[in-house]
């Protein structure tokens, strides 16, 4: 199975939609996307990821399913420093406090622990392995016990911190990490092969990430997640 996450287009957040240049960058993806054989197609409630989405619904000819918990995670607390910003604190451990994120416990951390995007990053962890469970691969630590063939490659439109987070869980890694190492842009495409093994233990890998080409000049710089309200 291949999994495509792709990140919602330059969005305007006040009244979640898309920008006149997000709109032409979903476009742009819709044709990226047009020969990845796509046949199933998800998105995030929210309307900049359904939006986007539909650029390549309407390509295909295939209807959006809503995925609830991938809607977008918010973040603060009470004395947690930057507004809680995820990318910002993350940052932080990462250049500033040289923090071993494979020997110390990221969740732990004060930036992390006290801080209200916990119980969202949790809820997306929680919902992307009952998704996944039911397409035929069962979290097991850190693989996946294939329980049936499946050969689909199906796409799920989503946003920085929410796509992050299924990512971070899928991959084993901690989560603020994969903010870092792992940065994408608006509509970039993200490629994770599922090996179709039945009764067998797998290993997602990674194929592709952050492939925005199909953006190139049309706002195609970075530019992490916004406050969400």
């Known amino acids: 199975m291949r999994f495509l996450f792709i990140r919602h287009g330059e969005p305007d957040y006040i009244n979640d939609c898309l920008t006149a240049t997000g709109k032409l960058q979903a476009e742009a993806a819709a044709k990226r996307l047009a020969g990845e054989g796509i046949c199933e ?4 409630p929210l309307g900049r990821a359904q939006e986007t989405a539909n650029y390549t619904a309407e390509t295909l000819g295939l209807k959006i399913t809503t995925l609830d918990f991938m809607r977008e995670i918010s973040w603060g607390g009470e004395g947690v420093p930057d507004d809680g910003h995820i990318w910002t604190l993350a940052g932080k451990m990462l250049y ?15 930036y992390f622990k006290h801080n ?15 998704f996944l469970e039911g397409q035929g691969y069962r ?13 689909k490659t ?48 797998v290993h997602p890998r990674v194929e592709l990430f952050n492939d925005a080409a199909h953006i190139k000049g049309l706002g195609d710089e970075l530019k992490v997640q916004q406050k969400v309200d």
């Open 41 to 44: 197609i998800y998105a995030s």
């Open 96 to 110: 500033e406090d040289n923090f071993d994120f494979y020997k110390q416990d990221w969740r732990e951390h004060p």
């Open 116 to 130: 209200t995007v916990m119980p969202c990053y949790d809820k997306v962890a929680a919902g992307i392995d009952e």
């Open 139 to 151: 979290h097991d630590g850190r693989r996946f016990f294939c329980s049936q063939p499946n050969d």
């Open 154 to 201: 199906i796409a799920l439109f989503s946003h920085g911190g929410s796509g992050g987070a299924a990512l971070s869980h899928i991959l084993s890694m901690p989560f603020p990490y994969e903010l870092c190492v792992f940065p994408y842009t608006y509509t970039s495409v993200i490629a994770v092969d599922f090996p179709s093994k039945a009764g067998c233990f």
